[in-house]
């Protein structure tokens, strides 16, 4: 069975840092990795998908990694805003229909 | 950009009542989910569903959960005998065909009291 693990749980940075996610899985044979942003009772929000063809995936301030042989992903945050604030998740799919989700890093980003 | 409809956003619920969570999926998907998450805790599958029949279950989702895609655009999650420990947010989402990502909902909070 997947697991997935995600530090730090959370994280506290000033306005304008670049910052790291990290996201660890044990099955390396992952379908592909999603992150998503949840905001405090809300849903979920797709933010990047890798498929485990591809290395990473840009979206605006936004970059994602992914290395199937260690088992690791990252997400890459240019100039955190307050906006930014939001707990991110990872999920990882391993073939099976269903995604596997980490605990979650939440992000505070102090203006 | 498209999303996925769920109603209600928050229910509460007496211990022992059927509940039926209610979501509307992106039209064109074919592929749907349940998921849910324990305040605190990391989001669980329960289960997805595909040409009208479950594709896969967890061990979660055990004979007092059922769903249905009564008409062809809802999709509904029914608990028959609510406990306190089914008390969560329960996430739907839908998927379009080949590898594309899914869409999740906004949630539906379920309190059983």
């Known amino acids: 069975k997947q697991e997935v693990t995600q530090i730090p749980a959370a994280l506290s940075v000033p306005e304008g840092e670049n910052l790291v996610l990290n996201c660890s899985f044990t099955?390396?044979?992952?379908?592909?990795l999603q992150w998503f942003r949840q905001d405090p009772g809300k849903g979920l929000t797709s933010l990047l998908l890798i498929q485990s063809s591809q290395r990473e995936q840009t979206s605006g301030r936004l970059n994602a990694s992914l290395d199937k042989s260690s088992g690791r992903s990252t997400l890459y945050i240019a100039a955190s805003q307050p906006g930014d604030s939001a707990t991110y998740l990872c999920?990882?799919?391993?073939?099976?229909?269903?995604?596997?989700f980490g605990t979650g890093t939440r992000l505070t980003v102090i203006p | 950009e498209p999303e996925v409809t769920q109603t209600p956003s928050h229910q509460v619920t007496q211990m022992g009542q059927e509940v039926i969570l209610r979501c509307v999926p992106i039209s064109n998907h074919l592929y749907f989910y349940w998921y849910r998450q324990i305040l605190g805790q990391k989001v669980e599958f329960l289960v997805s569903?595909?040409?009208?029949?479950?594709?896969?279950k967890s061990e979660i989702f055990d004979d007092q959960f059922s769903v249905e895609r009564p008409d062809g655009s809802n999709f509904t999650l029914k608990i028959r005998s609510t406990k306190l420990e089914d008390s969560a947010m329960y996430f739907c989402a839908s998927r379009g065909q080949g590898a594309s990502r899914p869409f999740f909902g906004q949630g539906t909070r379920l309190t059983v009291v």
């Open positions: 569903f595909y040409n009208n029949e479950i594709s896969e």
């Open positions: 999920a990882g799919k391993t073939g099976a229909n269903n995604l596997f």
């Open positions: 099955d390396s044979a992952i379908y592909n």
